[in-house]
């Protein structure tokens, strides 16, 4: 029998846990983070935004779940790009990966200060990620098992939500109707739903780490994918119905105001331990994947070869895990939190839209057109301030490679 791999990771993830750590990702950064500001920029026409970011991905979803079962590989598109377009645009998918979703850890973590303690957001963002940096170099199994009881006790305090405003006297569905919202509005409202979708793109970039990836990962990307849009379309309606558009767009923490306004005080507090827990349990995802991807780019020298080395004991990329956790903890004590979530959008959308044009290259190619289009028109209506700091960190990484090559 020949000798397992030193450089490679073992593959002890099922079904339930790649679909724990996909919900993981997504509900923190959705519910408590993106609706109010798409609110903002569509009132109640964010429920028409919902809907569109939901149809992008899935078109993303289905694409990154056929490439996966080709590519079972840690890194996502990264491994995608460079197999189905070539090295360069391969390492312009991990760049915008690496980049956005390390700007995507730094705003959970902010989230987390935010809610935890306000009065010292950054201290608290940057232990945040001191501690689940330590949780993920000990092992994906132990991250695996940390992020089930998040996503349930996330799930049981957004059920009481739902329930406590659906049975309130001031509830209304009249203010579900749409007033005046216009196309950009709406779109806007989309793009920042979409980041609250992003998740799971966690499961694909933990390819090797997952037993049979060619049947759970496909799988396991549209179980989350169905059940968070399923939470997000619940918890959208009800919060509307209680505070209105202009309430919701308002609102600094709009769960925690709709119970309140739905005369259930007590909930306040309940609501706020759980957006800490959502986010903490989205940070530690998006750490892993990050991570993960570091780990590809490294082992193929776009990064420096030393952060491809597995621990020999945890079997854990551990210099790639403390490397992104250290320069997520410099962003969150220096970052605000409105400016990484539009930064990591338009990344995140560039890394889709190449995920979309590999899969083009497949068979059946209407969906990966309609991923590629939805992802282009998403990340341009972004405010212009992260269309331009974006652009020019992709220039950066494109002349980075180019003086390599």
Known sequence: MAAPDP???????????????????????GVFVALAPAAAAAGSALLIGLALAAVVAYCNATSSARLAVLYPQSGGTYVYGRERLGPFWGYLAGW????GKT???????????????????HAVAVLAVVVLTVVN?????????????????????????????????????????????GVLGVLQAAGLCFF???GYARIATLAEEVRDPTTTIPRAIRIALALVLVVYAAVAVAVLAELGGAGMASATAPLAEAVHAAGHPELVPVVRVGATIAALGSLLALILGVSRTTLAMARDRHLPPALAVIHPRFATPYRAELVVGAVVAVLAGVLDLRGAIGFSSFAVLVYYAIANASAWTLRDRVIPVLGFVGCVVL???LPVTSVVADLGVLLIGAVAYAFRR
């Not at 915008?96 to 980049?99: A, E, I, L, T």
């Not at 700007?103 to 957001?121: E, F, K, N, Q």
């Open 7 to 29: 450089s490679a990771l073992r593959r002890t993830l099922g079904t339930t846990d790649a679909v724990t750590i996909g919900l993981g990702s997504m509900l923190g950064a």
């Open 96 to 99: 915008s990966f690496v980049v």
């Open 103 to 121: 700007a995507s850890c730094a705003a959970m973590a902010l989230t987390v200060g935010v809610y935890a303690w306000p009065a010292h957001a």
């Open 137 to 181: 170099t000990v092992g994906v199994q132990k991250s695996a098992w940390l992020t089930k009881a998040i996503v349930a006790i996330v799930l049981v305090v957004l059920a009481a939500v739902v329930v406590a405003i659906a049975t309130s006297d001031g509830a209304d569905v009249s203010r579900l109707a749409f007033h005046g919202a």
């Open 196 to 198: 609250a979708f992003a």
């Open 379 to 381: 990340a341009f209506t």
